[in-house]
């Protein structure tokens, strides 16, 4: 069964007992393909549909976007369009031999995720919107019997991260987080060189994430919304803030109600990269503490802009994850250091630094962040950057909050996913206040 989806197996169970049909030409097609619903159309979202569109087992049919057509924080006419009109046209511009030789009919597109989500001839939907959406698209999808791809962090809210890998995990779902260092070979090699134990006794771990905005990032004029723009539909479970630019289109992750600043925004890619290095992908810290939080000067944003936050191991490591460490992920042992972001590798011992001494290809184990996922999707295994391991890298980010609303240290039992002994601090940690009509995702 390893090269069926869930829905092409049930379609074919269900072939030997209902009368024998012959499917259109598309149609034919697509069954050759796992086909591919984009639920979001922004500038990540349009990384991913190049991504797919190099796979030849994937076919793009369908794309969800509440804005037709932007240019994200530009101006307008400024540089690349994005939406869900532009979006269809980059699909079907590079389907264009399929859609003349009557093999593809094209793209469809709508602005509500569910038409995505729910449709039974849809194998994989991918999760591109912002933070505040990806809960409720891919918890959808995934009762309906779909395998996600969703963009990091793989929740906004703690609760909903919780409901999310539990859900992938009833589901027997092929899931993959978008924090794509996993797939790349300087980040594998390091978390391999850990785990092997050449740094020796392993004491502290800096991870270094950018700070917040300080100042607005756009106009901060309170106007209407666009005639483009479904700006409730957009709002979706989240306070509908009154609109304005410096709070949309790329800097909406500055206040809370979309998502947790440029801290959650991050830290599911460097802390990411720590947990993994030391198999933390089903466990976490046994103590942390925000301490030297800077928030943010204007009241447009609600996020820190500068900010730490104080981990504690059950193995005896500290760490700090903070906008004043360099940025990237760096290990100390009593054997030496080691430090990694993207383009940049260094070590105390120049060795050390040398993934190629260790017989690994540019690309690592996979070529791509998505072909790991579609490998995975055929073959049912998990994949490289799995629902739970997403959850448990950026909890720490999710205790910092709680622990500087409540101005203390927080003892976490990474088992149980409780804070010991503070019934105020669960209650904060826990809490998913959807506005109606949207209900909460069972955990």
Known sequence: MSQFTRRHFLASSAALTAPLLFPSASRAAALDRLTVGIVGAGSRAFNLIDDFLKEKDAQLVAVCDVDEFHYRDREWGKGPAYGRKPAKERIEKAYAAQIKAGTFKGVTVTDDFREIT??????IVIVATPDHWHALCAYDALIHGKD???????????????AIYREVAKQKAVFQTGSQQRSYTDFQHCADLIRSGVLGKLERIEVGLPPSYNEPQGDATVQMAPEHLDYNMWCGPSEKLPYMRA?????WRGHTAFGGGVLMDWIGHHNDIAHWSMDLDHSGPIMVEAVDWEMSATPIYDTPHQYTI?????????STISSRNTQGTKWIGENGWLYVRRGKLEASNPEWADWKSSGRTKNGRYP????NFLDCVASRKECIAPAEAA???????????VSHALGRPLNWNAKSETVVDDGEANKLLNTVNYREPWKEIPA
Do not use: M
């Open 247 to 251: 709070r949309h289109h790329r800097w």
């Open 368 to 371: 791509t962040h998505a072909r």
């Open 310 to 318: 104080k981990c504690d191991y059950e193995n005896g490591v500290t």
């Open 118 to 123: 729910q449709r039974d001839d849809i194998d």
């Open 148 to 162: 996600v791809y969703c963009e990091k962090p793989v929740t906004h809210l703690f609760a909903e991260g919780q």
């Open 391 to 401: 959850h448990r890298s950026i909890t720490p980010g999710h205790l910092g909050y």
